[in-house]
């Protein structure tokens, strides 16, 4: 079985209520929650959150388990893992069986192609030696040519200086950013509480106009502008 887990916390700060923001015509995580269901991979569409207006926004977009999340996993301090950890223990209670694998769709991320949920599930499916597979977009900043960091006596460097082997731009290895968008588990490395990223973790290359974690009103309104005038999707008014 694959559930994914669609985890709406309702105390965010930068930018009020983000989560159900009225986006393109519906509340932010509404477009999350369609997305996972016309994949049509998942067994089980959770939404996780503290709040029963989020949850019954899920269940109108389409979620068959509402989770009502503790005050101690909707805290500002709270990481994703022990989240997630909830989220699969009240699936399988609730299937009776356990999950094979557990999807993390960020309510944030809401510009997807019809093909990069199952995509991401194609990817850990074929390949059994990964415990994970997280999604990516090309990275705006080469650590190579643009990305720099300050050191020790204040001047800037390469993050990662260059060798004889690139000496063109064309030459250096290629190189992405985690947009946060998808990260896809077998269900084995979510209960070890591994990290989102060790030796055996896969990638999903998504569309750099899909490179949007909204987390501030600027980032809402260029996430909206680009959903319309890219994407055919009602304004965000």
Not at 23 to 41: N, W
Request: proline fraction near 7%.
């Amino acid at each position: 079985m694959k559930m994914c887990v669609v985890a709406a916390r309702a105390g965010s700060k930068g930018l009020p209520d983000k989560n159900i923001k009225m986006f393109a015509g519906k509340p932010l995580l509404a477009h999350t929650v369609e997305q996972a269901r016309e994949s049509g991979i998942f067994d089980i569409i959770a939404v996780t959150s503290d709040s029963d207006r989020y949850l019954g926004i899920g269940r109108d977009a389409g979620a068959n388990l509402l989770i009502d999340r503790p005050a101690e996993l909707a805290t500002d301090t709270i990481s994703k893992p022990p989240v997630l950890r909830h989220a699969l223990a009240m699936a399988e209670a609730e299937a009776g069986q356990e999950m094979e694998m557990l999807f993390d769709l960020q309510p944030t991320s809401p510009l997807r192609m019809p093909g990069d949920i199952p995509g991401a599930a194609r990817t850990l499916s074929e390949r059994p030696d990964l415990h994970n597979v997280v999604s990516v977009s090309h990275a705006k900043a080469s650590p190579y040519y643009t990305l720099v960091e300050e050191t020790a006596d204040g001047r800037v460097e390469l993050s990662k200086p260059r060798d004889g082997r690139y000496g063109r731009r064309q030459d250096l290895p290629s190189c992405y950013e985690l947009n946060g968008s998808i990260y896809a588990w077998r269900r084995e490395p979510i209960l070890a509480e591994m990290p989102a990223l060790t030796d055996k973790t896969g990638f999903w290359l998504m569309a750099d106009e899909c490179n949007f974690d909204i987390d501030t009103p600027l980032d809402f309104a260029i996430a909206g502008f680009v959903a319309h005038h890219h994407f055919g999707w009602p304004e965000t008014r």
